[in-house]
């Protein structure tokens, strides 16, 4: 086994989520590190590892039910890994379907969610990468119908889109710099998101999603972008998230339409024998 990488000894920011419906109460620890690591290589990880990068195991009581009117509770999932990801390159809304290990983090992400309680739906985006791992998740989840939505989209990244982020400066610099600009409002030169644009978005999809499920638990299979931005909804006062890393579990409860409250972040426990892509590549400020 390769040595752990350097960027998982980064200091970790700590925050304390409650979950009544987890079970169970624990300090959540991410990556405080925003760049992406030197190594892409695929990584069978070690519990103690596991636990480095900010792991919790989200036990939960099979025998418990999900039964509050007052608001949804989403279970989100990123979609796993893709060739792109892998080599570094940027998707955006091109559609790239999952490699071997993609499905393999598919399947076990699977196995762990068809163990929750009182699941109702299970929602997509409708790009290959989410979809596929959505129909993975529905199969062990009972074979519940898999319902696209193209408002759960990964962030449209205009001229970067099919670019190895290393060379997105050099090849398009002026995609490049309005991608990185500090501006909310800049667009991306070929048709790409806003920061402002993607917040709408993210807040409206979600905003009718959970009107339609009002008390009840649903899973939601999305993109790093995606995710990133539901984050800054529920903790605009935060730092940066960190890396979000394939098909990790991220829970989230919606309330009044918009009332959004992060409950469990970045639980990846189930790639403990599957592995996962040490730079997160996708699910970080590169996210795409």
């Known amino acids: 086994m390769k040595a752990a990488p350097t960027w998982l000894n980064t200091p970790f920011l700590s925050f304390t989520f ?81 490699n071997d290990a993609g499905r393999q983090q598919a399947a076990a992400v699977a196995d762990r969610l068809s163990k929750e309680p009182n699941i109702s739906a299970i929602y997509s985006s409708d790009l290959k990468r989410a979809l596929e791992t959505a129909e993975i998740i529905a199969t062990g989840c009972g074979g519940l119908e898999v319902i696209k939505d193209t408002g759960l989209r990964e962030r449209h990244l205009g001229d970067l889109q099919g670019l190895v982020f290393r060379d997105a400066m050099k090849v398009c610099p002026e995609a490049y710099e309005a991608f990185v600009s500090p501006r909310k409002d800049q667009e991306i030169p070929g048709g790409g998101e806003s920061r402002d644009q993607l917040y709408q978005r993210c807040t409206s999809s979600l905003r009718g999603i959970g009107r339609k499920h009002k008390g009840q638990r649903m899973i939601l299979v999305t993109h790093g972008g995606f995710i990133r931005t539901l984050y800054k909804w529920a903790c605009p006062n935060e730092k940066s998230p960190g890396k979000i890393l394939n098909t990790s579990v991220n829970v989230f409860r919606l309330a009044d339409g918009d009332k959004w409250t992060l409950e469990v972040w970045g639980d990846v426990s189930h790639l403990e024998e599957t592995g996962y892509l040490q730079s997160g590549f996708g699910g970080d400020r590169t996210s795409g």
């Open 18 to 98: 409650q979950s009544q419906f987890f079970g169970f109460s624990a300090a959540q620890p991410f990556l405080a590190h925003n760049d992406v690591a030197p190594s892409l290589t695929l990584t069978h990880r070690s519990t103690r590892l596991l636990s480095n990068a900010g792991v919790f195991m989200a036990l939960v009581d099979p025998d418990s039910s999900y039964d509050n009117p007052d608001y949804v509770e989403v279970i989100i999932v990123r979609h796993g890994e893709t060739a792109w990801n892998a080599d570094g390159r940027i998707q955006g809304h091109l559609d790239v379907e999952l």
